[in-house]
């Protein structure tokens, strides 16, 4: 089954306790990006990759960190977790395609983190 | 800046009736239209894309897009309560593969 999965789905911590929330799809997708979701504030990217060893911020970087060794996987490290990232996370992949064509992108089931 | 407004609702329609919601953007560049469906705490699922001008009607959902007044919409005909949800709309621009989204409209489909 064609699927991203994250682990963990949730996950309660304190502040500064470094954490990697993993991202894995099985789809071979080139893209693959993380967003934070949070009540009015819609989704946000906080970073993509558009392949393996390539890297890039979106619109809420700080905090984060990324990495991309293997085409399949795309954790995300908060390296000092404060509360103001407690949130509802979602990892994506989608395939590349070039003009109009579609360009669908697969979303996990989400991880919800809390910070205390 | 490339900006997705939604209104973010709730927007309530009795069970039966047409729900329509819209969205407009800010990037005459943007080439792809998607409408992504998100129930509560859960992942959004992409249920229509759309990219030329005029109408795309798959079932029960119909996508309208219009390009010179930078607008696209979604329409849902004989609305069902499993259709309350919020619906996210996202453009892409032409050469781009990022996406970039809307903050959702929420919809209540009442019995």
């Known amino acids: 089954e064609a699927q991203v999965t994250q682990n963990p789905r949730y996950l309660i911590t304190v502040t500064g306790k470094k954490l990697t929330v993993t991202c894995s799809q099985n789809m071979n997708h080139e893209y693959m990006s993380w967003y934070r979701q949070d009540p009015g504030l819609g989704l946000r990217q906080i970073y993509y990759?558009?392949?393996?060893?390539?890297?890039d911020k979106g619109d809420v970087p700080e905090g984060y960190k990324v990495s991309r060794k293997e085409k399949r996987n795309f954790p995300l490290i908060l390296e000092s977790p404060s509360p103001n990232q407690t949130s509802l996370y979602f990892c994506a992949s989608s395939p590349f395609y070039s003009g109009t064509s579609t360009y669908e992108q697969y979303f996990g089931p989400g991880t919800r983190l809390t910070v205390t | 800046q490339k900006e997705v407004e939604q209104n973010s609702g709730p927007l309530s329609v009795p069970e039966g009736a047409i729900a329509s919601l819209n969205c407009t953007y800010s990037?005459?560049?943007?080439?792809?239209f998607f409408w992504y469906r998100q129930y509560s705490g859960k992942s959004p699922e992409l249920i229509m894309f759309?990219?030329?001008?005029g109408d795309k009607e798959d079932g029960r959902f119909t996508a309208q897009l219009n390009k010179a007044s930078q607008y696209v919409s979604l329409l849902i005909r004989d609305s069902q309560p499993s259709d309350s949800a919020t619906y996210l709309c996202a453009a892409r621009s032409g050469g781009s593969y990022i996406p970039t989204f809307g903050r959702g409209t929420s919809l209540i489909v009442h019995p």
């Open positions: 990759s558009m392949n393996v060893e390539v890297t």
């Open positions: 990037d005459r560049g943007s080439q792809s």
């Open positions: 759309i990219y030329s001008n």
